[in-house]
């Protein structure tokens, strides 16, 4: 077991030696992580989804090969290849439970496409801001069914009123990303094969994919 060990972190350290050499590690590109259950967790580096395939606690995989790494030459005289594919399934606890995504603006834009819910322009970050539809100080809560995205000048009319006080209708009904959708909003740069493995789950709410 030790000898294994040791041999399996030195995998580890030439393939992040390889990674380095290569400036790889820079590469934008994720792994969409999957538990065994096959529910999208997280997204790894390639650094990362290369020592679960070396520590073999990738069970699965889907996609098409992000990368190939070569690594070492062993004892046959052959050369080890690793392929790095886009969705890995790991083995692992399944945490069970209701999904509960972290309310976060960047997050909360990205469900809204950058659109003012109000008035329906497109604005880039840093004219927006999260609107509480029924504002808190009336008992509205700061949660995802209660929050909207919303340009600073239609957040500055609505001011402490409901839509209904300040006569300015939503224009989409806010919801609460199923942990397919998160997934797609915490990543800007979703392969083509993670894509579709993603949205298949999408809800109707979410008609805003890019
Ligand atoms: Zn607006």
């Known amino acids: 077991m030790g000898k294994a060990h040791s041999q399996c972190i030195s995998i580890v350290i030439s393939i992040n030696t390889v990674l380095r050499r290569f400036g790889l590690l820079c590469v934008h590109a994720k792994i ?3 538990n065994k259950a096959g529910l999208p967790v997280s997204w790894l580096t390639r650094e990362e989804t290369a020592t679960l395939l070396v520590k073999e606690q990738v069970i699965w995989s ?4 992000v990368m190939e790494l070569r690594g070492g030459i062993n004892r046959d005289g052959i050369r080890s290849m690793l392929r790095l594919p886009s969705i890995v399934a790991c083995d692992g606890k399944v945490h069970k439970g209701s999904f509960d995504p972290p ?9 809204d496409k950058n659109i003012c819910l109000y008035c329906g322009g ?13 504002p808190v100080s009336k008992g509205g809560s700061d949660s995802w069914t209660n929050v909207v995205t919303s340009c600073r000048r239609c957040n500055n009319r609505k001011a ?3 839509p209904e006080q300040a006569n300015m209708e939503l224009i989409a009904v806010p919801f609460v990303p199923n942990q397919y959708e998160f997934l797609y909003l915490t990543n800007h740069a979703v392969l083509a094969d993670q894509m579709e493995f993603l949205s298949a789950r999408f809800s109707r709410n979410i008609r805003l994919i890019q």
């Open 32 to 34: 969409l992580r999957l």
């Open 122 to 134: 497109e604005y880039p970050w840093q004219d927006l801001s999260r609107d509480h539809v029924i």
């Open 62 to 65: 889907l996609g098409e090969p």
């Open 160 to 162: 402490d009123r409901t």
């Open 103 to 111: 309310l976060e603006n960047k997050f909360l834009f990205r469900r």
